[in-house]
């Protein structure tokens, strides 16, 4: 696994240094290999399908002029998800609250009695479903919780993308946690 990692640091690198040059078929290797997990933080984090699209477009810009400000060495998908989430902070300052919709309760319904919970979500699922359950969430807790609960990311990898220590991202966790855990027995479900 060790070489694996290796390896890819070294693709990585390659690239990154492709595309410092320039070389903007180099940058469109780039755009493939991370704009699902682009688009999937930001929808996530934006609960709106065209926001979220607009924000692939606008990480990848971002990530394209800022390419010679890379630092080799760390990981470029940190990198990406560093820009991406402030990109979408910004967004989520700007836009005005989002409140659950009727349909919302309704689709987090059906979704956590559906026998088969490994089926694939589809993007207006997953706005329901998340714009539901973050209802209450500050920006900050919305943040970590999107970075650890749905997208798996380690605490030290939200660390880094964030700029919280690790008191930080653990204390927003808990809370976001708290406040999921309470949204979700107002909707009658028993979380212990």
């Keep these: 696994m ?7 640091i070294q693709i990585e ?23 699902r997990m682009v688009f999937s933080l930001s929808l996530k984090m934006l609960c709106d399908e065209e926001e979220a699209k607009d924000m692939v477009q606008e990480t990848f810009i971002r990530v394209w002029q800022s390419m010679r400000e890379y630092e080799s060495g760390k990981s470029l998908t940190t990198w990406i998800y560093t820009i991406a989430t402030r990109l979408c902070l910004d967004r ?23 026998a088969d919970s490994q089926r694939a979500l589809e993007n207006k699922e997953w706005v329901s479903i998340v714009r539901l359950l973050a209802e209450g969430l500050g ?3 919305r943040l970590v919780f999107t970075l650890i609960q ?7 990898e939200a660390e880094e993308i964030t700029g919280m220590d690790a008191k930080q991202v653990k204390s927003n966790l808990y809370v976001a946690r708290q406040t999921i855990r309470e949204q ?9």
Excluded: W
């Excluded at 060790?2 to 890819?8: D, Q």
């Design 150 to 156: 749905l997208e798996g990311l380690s605490s030290q």
């Design 184 to 192: 979700l027995k107002k909707l009658g479900y028993d979380t212990d």
């Design 92 to 114: 989520l300052r700007g836009m005005k609250h989002t409140v659950p919709l009727p349909d919302d309760e309704r689709v987090l319904r059906r979704f956590a009695s559906d």
């Design 139 to 141: 920006e900050k807790q």
């Design 13 to 35: 690198e390659d690239i990154v240094l492709r595309c410092q040059r320039g070389e903007k078929e180099a940058f469109r290797r780039v755009v493939q290999t991370y704009q």
């Design 2 to 8: 060790v070489k694996s990692n290796i390896k890819m």
